[in-house]
């Protein structure tokens, strides 16, 4: 019923700043709530910042708290993540990820999560 597909990802130097876009199309207005993840090589899919759709409320990763920023513009249905003082380590695969209840498990939980994005790749220089 939903369908993500991510956009903004790219090469930056490190302390550079980056802003990912998701754009939901089908049946967002049914959504509990969205986030997004990501996954570098060889290592499990991370979740770092998650919204409510209705609420506004926001989660983040400990990685990442003061540095990105998760927001929805629900009437046009995108999610964006602004990635301030990008480190190396932030390089990977991110996601857009969304759910249609809580189920009472983390809000940054993978399994969370039943609709997702194809992806867009992040990489950060030192």
């Known amino acids: 019923q939903v369908h993500l597909v991510e956009s903004g990802g790219g090469s930056v130097q490190a302390g550079g700043s980056l802003r990912l876009s998701c754009a939901a199309s089908g049946r967002p207005d049914i959504l509990y709530s969205m986030a997004w993840f990501r996954q570098a090589p060889g290592k499990r899919r991370e979740g770092i910042a998650t919204i409510r759709r209705n609420s506004g409320n926001t989660a983040y990763a400990d990685s990442v708290k003061g540095r990105f920023t998760i927001s929805q513009d629900n009437a046009k249905n995108t999610l964006s993540l602004q990635m301030n003082n990008l480190k190396p380590e932030d390089s990977a695969m991110y996601f857009c990820?969304?759910?249609?209840?809580?189920?009472?498990?983390?809000?940054?939980?993978?399994?969370?999560?039943?609709?997702w994005g194809q992806g867009t790749q992040v990489t950060v220089s030192s």
């Open positions: 990820a969304a759910s249609y209840y809580d189920d009472g498990g983390h809000p940054l939980d993978t399994n969370e999560y039943s609709v």
